[in-house]
């Protein structure tokens, strides 16, 4: 169901709803339905909600405590499963573009010994090929591996289903892209598409692998649903977090703080075991590297820029400089979201339109460019002479060729001289952050060598930002940051003359600022960036930083994944509402169209009927009294209607309601559960008899019989804390209650393991005069579902 915008204002792209009648429309329920799903966009919902009809209750009266046992150790070693799966994948990712990007400097200085113009022909040739690998495998292979993927991932996360961002081909080509794009000199970054692809791994292995590539088991099949995916994919972007950085606190919190919508402790606990297993994964392959065969590997290795040896204290009279640090990131992470903003939706509405071939000429001819100025720049750079060399510093002037080091020999007409701006614009992304964290290397770049190259890869990220390629911005962040940062870091060392203020350690802030003002992440990002720098003295200044650049970046517009997911039509539901709902109430922000309800016994050519006229997701479900009063008795799923349909096994020739204990349940819970690589059953799919179709169905086993409900003047507010919190995909509006039943406080809920409530009883002046006690305690009791299947 599309919605239309809400009244008021409210942004469509934000949330996204869809109604039913108000309870004042002359339907004969009454009912309104607030749903999150939307039709027509390639968008679907997610049903998070635990579906408690006959068939679950069914299962769930078989299961002892055994099977309980086993389902935890599943679940645990699901942990263990993808903890491996993403540190082997990292591994793979960060080996190959470490190999491919020495492979290509150490053929280039060994060229460009002889010739700088052929140097600059092969080092072109050889990122284009990279790049166009990349490219052809996005726009041929897998097109949802384009981006970073977070904010596909959050908005699965968040309830949002959308095709492809999960399949096996995703992952292939996510892994095989990232290392083209990354390893072809791009401004772009491999973490990103690292959380992409802890998901992934984390998805296939619940479904148990891909039938479409017959890479599949049975055995693994036992998170079948929305709900239990959702616990492994939260796992695999905290895994991908940690491989990527080698941060695991920081992948938890990363879970925790950008992608999730919904945790709760025991999720917290596998989460930080699969972000412990993927730090010893890492941690194993890269010793096993460091004997040299594993290439140039275990020269570069993963992301870790060691500044424990960096600044020890600093003055109050730093502060200053520290919080312009942040006021500078925020405005640059602003100014990036806004540019990326306008420069991804021209590609989306304009270029990419006009075909895959399109999208791979763009992309290469960026790769020519990105190669020409980080080739040619440095040429028209003059060589500065080496610093006198520092005893046990390990830092050597000038470094050999191809090797990974500062002071880089670039076009410099002696060998005692180095290139400052080739330093960190003819390197690897990662060694030229090294570059510029690096502590006791004062003086090494000069503030036009610094503006320069900050002014062209800030232009050359903004314009990468959004090609057929896998992208991340963490690491391009990392280095416009880490450029200014440094740059204020020399005026602070000039101003206030003191011996031990490393410049080193503004680039580090700075570098913390730019993330901080773009992605608007904190809690999260500290950790991190205090992972990657092993320092934790300056854990109080990287949180300053962070705070003045979000509150700097908030007061002009949303975090980069936010823009990214609203610009992809991704319906987010954010943590906050919008202001303005505060004066609407639920009926008003339902839709004018009439709600759809079915009967309790339905004939099956309605069934076909109801759902090839229409795309609603969720069909509340009404019977009658004795006294002929409408009574709504549950909500059935479009899915679960077309698992009806195509098994056939529940038809029947009588209108009247069946008898369940003369007609057991024949469907499992988990056949009702959609594969989450395709977009299930379709009723096109389904061939039906002239016979079946004048058959009925008794939906009374199958619906939900206690969807949630809310009144229809409740504030929206109160009803939108409630959808996100709970992970809904539709809440029932409904007239004002008659009457009241009884009334559960907290000392209710406190049930003890042998049933008995702790609670005594209530009290006396909450004017509510019977109890549930004896009713509600009752094992494993659906009163209403009982009253209608009896």
Known sequence: ??????????????????????????????????????????????????????????????????????????????????????????????????????????????????????????????????????????????????????????????????????LFRTLIGKIFGSIGSVGGGLALGKEGPL?????????????????????????????????????????????????AFRAPVGGVLFALEEVTSWWRSQLMWRVFFTSAIVAVVVRTAMGWCKSGICGHFGGGGFIIWDVSDGQDDYYFKELLPMAV??????????????????????????????????????????????SAISFGLPLLRKCSPCPESVPDSGIECPRPPGMYGNYVNFYCKTDNEYNDLATIFFNTQDDAIRNLFSAKTMREFSAQSLLTFLAMFYTLAVVTFGTAVPAGQFVPGIMIGSTYGRLVGMFVVRFYKKLNIEEGTYALLGAASFLGGSMRMTVSLCVIMVEITNNLKLLPLIMLVLLISKAVGDAFNEGLYEVQARLKGIPLLESRPKYHMRQMIAKEACQSQKVISLPRVIRVAD???????????????????????????????????????????????????????????????????????????????????????????????????????VPEDMSLTKVYNLFRQLGLRHLFVVPRPSRVIGLITRKDLLIEENGESSAVELQQSTSVRGRYSETARMDATWPLLDDLLG
């Open 195 to 243: 959380v992409h692809t802890g998901a992934c791994i984390a998805s296939l292995l619940g479904q148990g692998g891909s039938t479409k590539y017959h890479f599949n088991s049975r055995w693994p099949q036992l998170f079948k649903s929305d709900r239990d995916r959702r616990d492994l994919v939260t796992c695999g972007c905290a895994a991908g977090v940690a491989a």
């Open 607 to 709: 069934v076909a009927s109801i759902l090839g006229s229409n795309k609603h997701n969720g069909f509340p479900v009404i019977d009658h009294t004795r006294s002929g009063e409408t009574l709504v008795i549950g909500l059935v799923l479009r899915s679960h209607l077309l698992v009806l349909l195509q098994s056939k096994v529940d038809f029947q020739h009588s209108p009247l309601p069946c008898d369940p204990s003369a007609r057991p349940i024949r469907h499992s819970f988990s056949e009702f559960a959609k594969p989450v690589s395709s977009k299930g059953l379709c009723i096109d799919d389904i061939h039906l008899t002239s016979d079946d179709l004048e058959m009925y169905i008794d939906l009374a086993p199958f619906l939900n019989p206690s969807p949630y409900v």
């Open 1 to 166: 169901m599309l919605s239309n915008h809400l009244q008021n204002g409210i942004e469509s792209d934000n949330l996204i709803w869809s109604r039913v009648p108000e309870s004042d429309d002359p339907s004969p329920d009454g009912v309104g339905l607030l749903n999150s799903s939307r039709d027509g966009g390639g968008v679907d919902s997610l049903d998070y909600e635990v579906i408690e009809n006959y068939a679950y209750r069914e299962e769930l009266a078989h299961r002892g405590k055994l099977y309980v046992g086993y389902y935890v150790a599943v679940k645990w070693f699901f942990s263990l499963l993808i903890g491996i799966g993403t540190g082997l994948a990292a591994v793979f990712i960060n080996l190959s573009v470490e190999n491919f990007a020495g492979w290509k400097f150490a053929l280039t200085f060994a060229i460009i010994q002889k010739s700088y113009f052929a140097g600059f022909i092969v080092y072109l040739l050889i990122n284009l090929v990279l790049v166009f690998s990349s490219a052809y495998i996005i726009t041929h292979f897998a097109p949802a591996a384009a981006g970073s993927g977070i904010p596909e991932i959050k908005g699965y996360l968040n309830g949002v289903d959308i095709p492809g961002t999960l």
């Open 325 to 370: 640090i942040g006021v500078i990131g925020g405005l640059l992470g602003a100014l990036f979201n806004q540019l990326t903003l306008y420069l991804t939706s021209w590609r989306r509405n304009s270029l990419h339109k006009k075909g895959n071939r399109v999208k791979i000429i763009e992309a290469c001819i960026i790769s020519c460019i990105t």
